[in-house]
């Protein structure tokens, strides 16, 4: 690697010998031709460098040995010590592509300064008003400098961070038992007293000493002893340190807390308002028999499990019966134009299906389910599922749809009245399947029942049309075969 030193001696003589006069635009040539021949990495060393030539020196020098050292010594002195960090490969992250329809979003770090990422791991997350983008590594390394804050708005191409990049992963921290010192082991225990023997009796009485003892012999072998510092007092028990400093509320204190909304939150708030605002909204009811579709799942689930891949459930049939409906009943897959007052009729069913995640409702889209069979519709709601649980929805798995299916019945909803999903003209609401007593031919019968609600934009859809939709989707779950003759 090219050192420095070798950096600053090669510019500062192709400087000097070239040329008396040290213009910066000149001194910015022989950086470009000091460039091409050493690397674009050191860039930055080498404008410094020339800026100092032409600040620290008058414009015409005389080429002479005295000022050719003192313009070394000069850069020697003070660039190597200002230009250490050009030598290390830093990275900047950016702000990744937005969809066209989305301009900004709001920024959460996943990381902070100092964390060592790996190359592709998430380290951030954008939340816009449609879903939420991940913000990749670029590359290994460790984080250097946050550019933005979290929660700040970003846009596309922004620089969000710097990354100095160092390939493998660094030594992992020393063990707890090393940052922290060690507690010094307690002194040895002092030896057991022996057991108490009986008083000797007193010496009989004397002569007085007239000599002194002798003294008591010198050890021979060096003496032991364990450091005071290594040495620690045995404290006596005390309280335990009260805990931080929390405001103490009385006892039926009613509090508030405020928290800002996602913006997938609030542009969802704007959406189901503009329905209100503007559409016509009817709801029509009606309730499926599930006994037929409940028993057909029971018979072979198993068995298109182990054939397809994924499990059978109840929403592909209802997606399949709408799809039949929508082909069936055009008016209801159309939409108006209010910009033009036209009304757009669809040769295509793409259908949403309407997804509860923690940061909020999302409607991923089905596209040309008019052609699919069950298999095909459980392997993309399963695709879409995933998408939506780990957050990787983009803004194209949810534009467009012409037709909204909202299945209410996970959460055990027995009734309710879907809204619209603007710009389409009709959501179906599914609800919870309860057992219920119905009359069949004449007899009571114990029944799994689900009641669905049509809601359509009464501007464009007649209550004819709606009724006669949402019965095609009753018959078309309750006997599927009535899907394979076209009845």
Known sequence: MLSSGKVLRSFSQIALQRSNVLGFKYCQ?????VVRNFGTKKVRCYQAACQRLV??????????????????NNCCRRSLQTTSSCYEEMKTVLTPPFAESVSEGDIRWDKAVGDYVKEDEVIGEIETDKTSIQVPAPCSGVITELLVNDGDVVTAGLELMRIKITGDAPPDAAPAAKAEPVAAAPPP??????????????PAAGPIPTTPPPAAPRPSGPMTSIPVSSVKPIAASAPAPAAASTPVLPSGARTEERVKMSRIRQRTAVRLKEAQNVTAMLTTFNEVDMSNVMEMRNQYKDTFLKKHGVKLGFMSAFIKAAATGLTTNPVVN???????????????????????????????????VGGMNYAEIEHGLSELGEKARLGRLAVEDMDGGTFTISNGGVFGSMFGTP??????SAILGMHAIFERPMAIKGKIEIRPMMYVALTYDHRLIDGREAVTFLKKIKSGVEDPRTLLMDM
Not at 189 to 202: I, K, L, V, W
Not at 358 to 368: D, Y
């Open 419 to 424: 809204i619209i999903n603007p710009p389409q």
């Open 55 to 72: 600040n620290e020196q008058p414009s015409r020098l005389e080429y002479s040995t005295e000022n050719r050292h003192l313009l070394w």
């Open 189 to 202: 225990p002092p030896p057991p007293t022996p057991a108490a023997a009986p008083p000797p009796p007193p």
């Open 334 to 368: 159309a939409v108006i134009d209010d910009s033009t007052l036209e009304i757009v009729y669809r040769d295509y069913v793409d259908i949403s299906v309407a997804v509860a995640t923690p940061k909020g409702l999302v409607v991923p889209v089905l596209r040309n």
């Open 29 to 33: 040539n022989e950086v470009h031709n």
